[in-house]
């Protein structure tokens, strides 16, 4: 009988998505199958302490943040009660407190880490940088591809280079803002028109994000966004319908069949995309064969001008009144919750979520191995 691998689910983390994370991580933690893997939950809290044990995630949801959960928790994994205790202090339970030096001991007994890690310190290529020292395969980009796809302007820049269609955005710094406002704001209007779109440079799950129709709701943008990063990203707002699409692979990368987002507000923000459950999720997208071709095209291409591996849900911005199509951003970890389109894309392609797993889990093995024969 062929031994089952021991796969780690990290999760959790010291982002501002980390309810997102545990969400996102019920749905792998459920969705593995136990014929074939052994499965370890380890959990990060918000204090960045490692939790490797059964109740790992019970106990992460008991000290979540209720109202940034979104829908579809699910039951524990085990029946042992959480621990609400997550101060970060190490106390006397039964339940195993990896503390930081001592993470590669941990990892070190995995075949292969799945982290579902969303946002800073998981998703920007850091934890990926930890698990490339612990010498363990993990599914996903690696860590250029994680930090570019992280830092939406790299990410464009990256982008641009490769001649991809982009709307038009500027970059300001904290300290910018901070400093000269006025400048800041008088600049901004000088260049693009409202609306526009404000966005911290490193975030996602559109944390932090917001719409500005007019100079105070910029102001107030630029405020909220500077909250989050000392970089932040403006866009050039369009009458869009938003268009994604799924990409599965390592060096021949396919894309999923696009799907179409239609938000149950203005536009999808995080309470559209997580917690109302009234945005509608249309796969296949209602487009013509030709333009799904080239959502499919340009997807491959972003994911490959960062050098993308494993998985990335791609997003596009389709223009209501011309019908031009600009590519949005590029998630190298999307979410896996019972909502998120990553999923259910390649579902309608004829990838079950199970099947997807096992796809994942084999990419990061054929790329570890890629990476060590060289």
Same mark, same amino acid.
């Given at each position: 009988m062929t031994p089952?691998?021991?796969?780690?689910?990290?999760?959790?983390?010291?982002?501002?998505?980390?309810?997102?994370?545990?969400?996102?991580?019920r749905a792998v933690l459920d969705g593995l199958d136990r014929t074939k893997y052994d499965v370890v939950p380890i959990g990060i809290t918000k204090h960045g302490h490692w939790i490797a044990a059964a109740d790992a995630h019970?106990?992460?949801?008991?000290a979540a943040d209720p109202a940034k959960l979104p829908g579809g928790i699910g039951t524990p994994i085990a029946d042992t009660a959480p621990t609400p205790d997550m101060t970060g202090q190490q106390t006397a339970t039964p339940f195993e407190m990896v503390t930081a030096d001592s993470h590669a001991s941990v990892l070190g007994a995995l075949d292969v880490i799945f982290p579902v890690l969303h946002g800073p310190r998981? /998703?920007?290529?850091?934890?990926?940088?930890?698990? /490339?020292?612990?010498?363990?395969?993990?599914?996903?980009?690696?860590?250029?591809?994680?930090?570019?796809?992280?830092?939406?302007?790299?990410?464009?820049?990256?982008?641009?280079?490769?001649?991809l269609p982009l709307l038009p955005w500027l970059l300001i710094r904290r300290a910018e803002w901070e400093r000269e406002p006025a400048y800041v704001l008088d600049w901004i209007e000088s260049r693009l028109t409202? *609306?526009?779109?404000?966005?911290?440079?490193?975030l996602g799950s559109s944390v932090g994000i917001s719409k500005a129709i007019d100079r105070a709701t910029l102001e107030h943008g630029l405020t909220e966004a500077a909250g989050y990063d000392r970089r932040i990203v403006v866009e050039q707002g369009i009458p869009a319908r938003e268009i994604e699409v799924s990409v599965?692979?390592?060096?021949?990368? /396919?894309?999923?069949? *696009?799907?179409?987002?239609? *938000?149950?507000g203005e536009w999808y923000d995080y309470e559209a995309k997580y917690l109302s459950g009234a945005s509608q999720i249309l796969i296949p997208a209602p487009i013509s064969l030709e333009l799904a071709a080239q959502v499919r095209t340009l997807a491959v291409q972003a994911f490959k001008a960062i050098d993308g591996a494993g998985l990335a849900r791609v997003d596009f911005l389709l223009h209501r009144d011309?019908?031009?199509?600009?590519?949005? /951003?590029?998630?190298?970890? *999307?979410?896996?919750t019972p909502v998120s389109m990553y999923a259910r894309m390649w579902e309608a392609s004829g990838l079950s979520y199970p099947e997807l797993l096992d796809r994942l889990i084999m990419l990061a093995l054929e790329r570890f191995t890629g990476q060590r024969s060289t």
């Amino acid at each position: 009988m062929t031994p089952k691998l021991r796969v780690g689910v990290l999760f959790g983390g010291q982002s501002g998505e980390h309810e997102v994370s545990l969400v996102s991580a019920r749905a792998v933690l459920d969705g593995l199958d136990r014929t074939k893997y052994d499965v370890v939950p380890i959990g990060i809290t918000k204090h960045g302490h490692w939790i490797a044990a059964a109740d790992a995630h019970a106990r992460l949801i008991a000290a979540a943040d209720p109202a940034k959960l979104p829908g579809g928790i699910g039951t524990p994994i085990a029946d042992t009660a959480p621990t609400p205790d997550m101060t970060g202090q190490q106390t006397a339970t039964p339940f195993e407190m990896v503390t930081a030096d001592s993470h590669a001991s941990v990892l070190g007994a995995l075949d292969v880490i799945f982290p579902v890690l969303h946002g800073p310190r998981g /998703e920007d290529g850091t934890v990926q940088g930890l698990l /490339e020292l612990a010498g363990v395969p993990y599914v996903g980009c690696g860590v250029m591809a994680s930090a570019v796809g992280m830092d939406k302007a790299m990410m464009k820049a990256a982008f641009a280079g490769a001649g991809l269609p982009l709307l038009p955005w500027l970059l300001i710094r904290r300290a910018e803002w901070e400093r000269e406002p006025a400048y800041v704001l008088d600049w901004i209007e000088s260049r693009l028109t409202y *609306p526009v779109f404000v966005k911290p440079a490193n975030l996602g799950s559109s944390v932090g994000i917001s719409k500005a129709i007019d100079r105070a709701t910029l102001e107030h943008g630029l405020t909220e966004a500077a909250g989050y990063d000392r970089r932040i990203v403006v866009e050039q707002g369009i009458p869009a319908r938003e268009i994604e699409v799924s990409v599965l692979g390592n060096d021949a990368p /396919e894309a999923s069949v *696009p799907g179409e987002v239609i *938000p149950s507000g203005e536009w999808y923000d995080y309470e559209a995309k997580y917690l109302s459950g009234a945005s509608q999720i249309l796969i296949p997208a209602p487009i013509s064969l030709e333009l799904a071709a080239q959502v499919r095209t340009l997807a491959v291409q972003a994911f490959k001008a960062i050098d993308g591996a494993g998985l990335a849900r791609v997003d596009f911005l389709l223009h209501r009144d011309i019908g031009e199509l600009y590519l949005n /951003e590029v998630n190298t970890m *999307p979410g896996f919750t019972p909502v998120s389109m990553y999923a259910r894309m390649w579902e309608a392609s004829g990838l079950s979520y199970p099947e997807l797993l096992d796809r994942l889990i084999m990419l990061a093995l054929e790329r570890f191995t890629g990476q060590r024969s060289t």
